[in-house]
């Protein structure tokens, strides 16, 4: 989706309907810096209150992700079109918290068992030791419980039985058995247990 375009859109629109991006923000509960951002190119509206936008600049989405009015027959095809968009955009942010997901955990893991063979094998005190090892687990421990929280926001698992589609809860996540990203959990559609493989959209 072009947000250059779509943002020049909403600042037409906005003009066409006599408001100022102060106006426009009230209305909407939000900072005017955020209309001006849109309006910028620089972001998107977000999907919680698109609907409304679309109502006080009178247009309906589809118009509002095209960035521009729409005669009645190219509707249909524009529609797909901006559906197809979303999802690819979808699949692209899920897809980029998955590598943060990596490059968080590995190096915090990585440093944490390099402390831990530092304080078993190097002379020193006795309490540096512990609180070497103590430290070096917090931090295993806790980059992991961020990892999966990232895994758990990011796309959907699949049901390998009846293929629902679905966000489990964090500690669903945290709690199931793993090989990688793939967890052993109870499909809330068919109510059978499997492992189940992270997908990044909604549908297949």
Aim: aromatic letters at 8%; a positive charge; one cysteine or more.
């Amino acid at each position: 989706m072009d947000q250059i375009k779509i943002g020049k859109f909403i600042a037409t629109r906005r003009k066409e309907q006599g408001m100022t991006q102060a106006v426009l923000a009230e209305k909407l509960g939000i900072s005017d810096r955020a209309i001006s951002k849109w309006e910028n190119g620089k972001s998107m509206p977000d999907s919680g209150i698109m609907l409304e936008l679309c109502d006080l600049l009178r247009i309906n989405v589809n118009e509002l992700l095209s960035g521009e009015r729409i005669m009645a027959e190219a509707y249909d095809k524009l529609a797909e079109e901006n559906l197809l968009a979303m999802r690819r955009e979808v699949e692209e942010k899920n897809r980029q918290m998955l590598k943060m997901e990596y490059l968080i955990a590995f190096p915090a893991v990585i440093a944490g068992l390099i402390m831990v063979i530092l304080a078993s094998f190097i002379e020193m005190p006795i309490w540096l030791r512990i609180a070497l090892i103590v430290f070096a687990l917090l931090l295993i421990f806790t980059v992991a419980f961020i990892a999966v929280g990232i895994e758990q926001k990011a796309g959907y698992y699949e049901c390998q039985n009846c293929h629902h589609r679905y966000v489990p809860t964090y500690w669903q996540v945290n709690l199931a058995m793993h090989m990688g990203r793939t967890r052993y959990m109870k499909c809330p559609e068919c109510g059978k247990r499997s492992w189940q493989k992270k997908v990044l959209t909604k549908e297949g």
